[in-house]
Every structure is written in structure tokens, then in C-alpha cells.
Nanobody, 127 residues
Framework: QVQPVESGGGLVQAGESLSLSCKAS????????MGWFRQAPGKEREFVAA????????YYVDSVNGRFTISRDNAKNTVYLQMNNLQPGDTAVYYC????????????????????WGQGTQVTVSS
């Protein structure tokens, strides 16, 4: 079992960058695929990016592909989301999620595929 805790949110202007971190408790972090989701006011939670347990497989929603990069450091029990060229449409609460997955897969883009969730961190992009 892991418990993700996000950090790094904030207020930026359009075109700027922000990096989110998600540190997960537990001794088996390297057995878990990790994902980032976001939820804007009045909208459903949507997938942003996912990474396999080894980091060898990454997966992005089309709207962030080429702007966002997901990575992980298993020695630090941490997954990162580097967000570049942020736009007002990226404004949302960003959530980190985990699912135990020994198959090194990362095509995990649904909310119901994840078992453990963080509390979220707010990202606001002004125009």
C-alpha cells in the first residue's frame, strides 16, 4: 500500500513552467504505476499522464503531449510532472494516483484503474 502526497502547485502566467512532485509512502513504490490527473471546477477528473513502475513507459493525454513530462525516482519514492508552456486551460487541481502493476505497463488513463489517490495540489495559470 502507498499513500501519495502532492506538492509544487501554484500560480503562474501563461507560457511559464511549473513542476509537481508526488512522494508516496510505502516500501513497494517501485511496484506501482503512477498517474497524474486533474480536475477543473465543474468538470470531471481527467487523465494527464502515467508512467510504468520502471519509468520505461510513459503515456499522455493529447492536450499535454509535448508540453508535460512525467518521470519518477524509485529511490526517492517520488514521481514528477514537469509542465511547460502552461495555458489557462491547464488550471485545475492536480492529483497523483497509484496502482500496483507488475507488468511495466503505463496505458492507464482511467480514474477507476487507480487504487490510491493524493489530496491534490492547485495549479492556476493566468492569461
Amino acid at each position: 500500500q502507498v499513500q501519495p502526497v502532492e506538492s509544487g502547485g501554484g500560480l503562474v502566467q501563461a507560457g511559464e513552467s511549473l513542476s509537481l512532485s508526488c512522494k508516496a509512502s510505502g516500501r513497494t513504490f517501485s511496484s506501482y504505476a503512477m498517474g497524474w490527473f486533474r480536475q477543473a471546477p465543474g468538470k470531471e477528473r481527467e487523465f494527464v499522464a502515467a508512467i510504468s513502475w520502471s519509468g520505461g513507459c510513459t503515456y499522455y493525454v493529447d492536450s499535454v503531449n509535448g508540453r508535460f513530462t512525467i518521470s519518477r525516482d524509485n529511490a526517492k519514492n517520488t514521481v514528477y510532472l514537469q509542465m511547460n508552456n502552461l495555458q489557462p486551460g491547464d488550471t485545475a487541481v492536480y492529483y497523483c494516483a497509484a496502482v500496483r502493476n507488475p507488468y511495466d505497463s503505463c496505458i492507464l488513463g482511467r480514474v477507476d484503474q487507480y487504487n490510491y489517490w493524493g489530496q491534490g495540489t492547485q495549479v492556476t495559470v493566468s492569461s
